[in-house]
């Protein structure tokens, strides 16, 4: 089946330590997209990704890394310049702009 | 800037009960809008969308109609269960942008 895979589903990391977020499709998408949720809020953009070896800051970059080798992959990085970062993270993928975005299933990061 | 919003949450209704959850736009161009659905501790799943004016999306006996008149993309659904407690997403997207724009996200509980 078709879809984005997140991994892991939850990640526990000792305060100032790097750690990075897995995200895959396998639906030969060219967006990709990272996305921060906190309880009870909506989502806000991290970074995102249009093709291959190219992204952008979204509205909450500040303290995230990405990179884009590859299509099928958009590994997120939550440095420890974070100043929060225990959260619900979400991966997106679309396949032309105008539709929609299918999700992952999450990653809950836990900063202890 | 293209903005969405949606009515303040949470909503709490009755089993059975008649459910509307308000959407408008803001956007310059002709965008397709989408509402998706998240459940506890999961990603969003597209729940339906319309493409253009007049169109009616539909899904799990909820419905949706681009209102182009009033910018609006209000969801509906005749008689809610308590499986569909859930946080619901109303977005839009069009070929001019490079991202999904989500609204704020309404949570609502069904209860018996």
């Known amino acids: 089946d078709g879809g984005i895979t997140q991994s892991p589903k939850y990640l526990f990391r000792k305060e100032g330590q790097n750690v990075t977020l897995s995200c895959e499709q396998n639906?030969?998408?060219?967006?990709m997209y990272w996305y921060r949720q906190d309880p009870g809020q909506g989502l806000r953009l991290i970074y995102y990704?249009?093709?291959?070896?190219?992204?952008q800051k979204g509205d909450i970059a500040e303290g995230y890394s990405v990179s884009r080798e590859k299509k099928e992959s958009f590994p997120l990085t939550v440095t420890s310049a974070q100043k929060n970062p225990t959260a619900f993270y979400l991966c997106?993928?679309?396949?032309?702009?105008?539709?929609?975005?299918?999700f992952g299933q999450g990653t809950r990061l836990t900063v202890v | 800037g293209d903005s969405v919003t949606q009515m303040e949450g949470p909503v709490t209704l009755s089993e059975e009960a008649f459910l509307t959850i308000n959407c408008t736009y803001t956007?310059?161009?002709?965008?397709?809008l989408f509402w998706y659905v998240q459940y506890p501790g999961e990603g969003l799943q597209l729940l339906l969308k319309?493409?253009?004016?007049?169109d009616k999306g539909s899904n799990k006996g909820f419905e949706a109609t681009y209102r182009k008149e009033t910018t609006s993309f209000h969801l509906e659904k005749g008689s809610v269960q308590v499986s569909d407690s859930a946080v619901y997403f109303c977005?839009?997207?069009?070929?001019?942008?490079?991202?999904?724009?989500f609204g704020p996200g309404t949570s609502l509980s069904v209860i018996p």
């Open positions: 997106a993928s679309s396949s032309v702009r105008g539709t929609e975005a299918f």
């Open positions: 639906l030969n998408h060219d967006a």
């Open positions: 990704s249009q093709i291959v070896n190219d992204f």
């Open positions: 956007a310059t161009g002709y965008p397709s």
């Open positions: 319309a493409t253009k004016a007049d």
């Open positions: 977005a839009l997207s069009a070929t001019s942008y490079d991202k999904v724009i």
